[in-house]
C-alpha cells in the first residue's frame, strides 16, 4: 500500500523546502505554502528558474505571531512582520494574474539587497496562489528511482522536483495512471488531475541551486510528451475535495 513519504513545502517562492511531520490539506492546497514570491524591478516574477541559489536561502513563518523570518547562507537573518503591506502589484504567474501587496520594511527588500538585485517581497492577497498552475503536487519516489537508474544517476533526488507530496510504496509512475481518481491521503481526499509540465529548476541541485544534471532531456528520453503542449512530464497536479490532515506514513489510497 502506497504512504506519504515526506512533505515539501516553504513560504517564499524559490527559497528552501520544509519537511514538517503534517499538513492540513485545505481546499486552498497546503495553507502557507509559496504564500510569499519576488518580484524584480520591473514587476515580474524572480524564482528559482532565474536564480537556482535562492534555495540557500531559508525562510520560516510564525503564524501566530505572524512574523517572517529569512536565513542565509551565512547564518545571518532578517526577522519581521508578515503583516506589514504597503501597496498593490498583481504579478504575471505564467499567464495568471496573482494580485498582492508588497511586504514592507527591511524585510521586503532584504532579499534582494543579499543578491544585489532590486527585488521586494510580495505577499499574495489570497491563499493558495502563489503555487504556480494548481494548488498540490504529487509524485512516487519509485518513478524518481526509475529516472535516476535509467540515467546514470541512482542517488537522484527528488527534492529537485520540489513537489509537496512524495509517496512511498508505489510502481514507477503509478501516479500517472490515477489521472481523474479521487485518493485518499489520511483524513483527506484529493482528486489527480493532469501532468506536471517541468521547468529548468529541475536541473538544479536542491542544496546550491546550480545546474548538475539535464532532468529534462532525460525525462523526454524515459517518457512520452505531453501530447496537448509538448511539455516535459514528471509528477502530477491534484486538488482538495476533503479537506483533513495528512502526515508522514499516512496511507495513500487510490479510491474506485
Known sequence: MPTLARLNVTPVKGTALQHPDGVNLTALGIPWNRRF????????????GRHGPLVRLGAALD?????????????????????????????????????????????????????????????????????????LTLVSLASVRELGARSGRPDLDPGRFRINLELDGCTPFEEDGWAGRRVRIGAAVIRVLGQVPRCVVTTQDPATGLKDFDTLKRIAELRPLMPDRGGVPFGMYAEVEEPGWAAVGDRVEPLG
Not at 514570491?37 to 528559482?48: I, K, M, T
Not at 527591511?106 to 504556480?132: C, F, K, Q, S, W
Open 37 to 48: 514570491f519576488l518580484v524584480d524591478a520591473e514587476g515580474g516574477l524572480f524564482s528559482g
Open 63 to 135: 503564524e501566530e505571531a505572524d512574523t517572517l523570518t529569512i536565513t542565509f547562507p551565512d547564518g545571518a537573518a532578517v526577522t519581521g512582520p508578515a503583516g506589514a503591506l504597503g501597496a498593490a502589484h498583481v504579478t504575471d504567474m505564467w499567464g495568471r494574474p496573482v494580485p498582492g501587496r508588497f511586504v514592507e520594511g527591511r524585510l521586503g527588500t532584504a532579499i534582494g539587497e543579499h543578491l544585489g538585485r532590486p527585488l521586494r517581497l510580495v505577499r499574495a492577497n489570497e491563499e493558495g496562489d502563489g503555487p504556480d498552475v494548481q494548488r
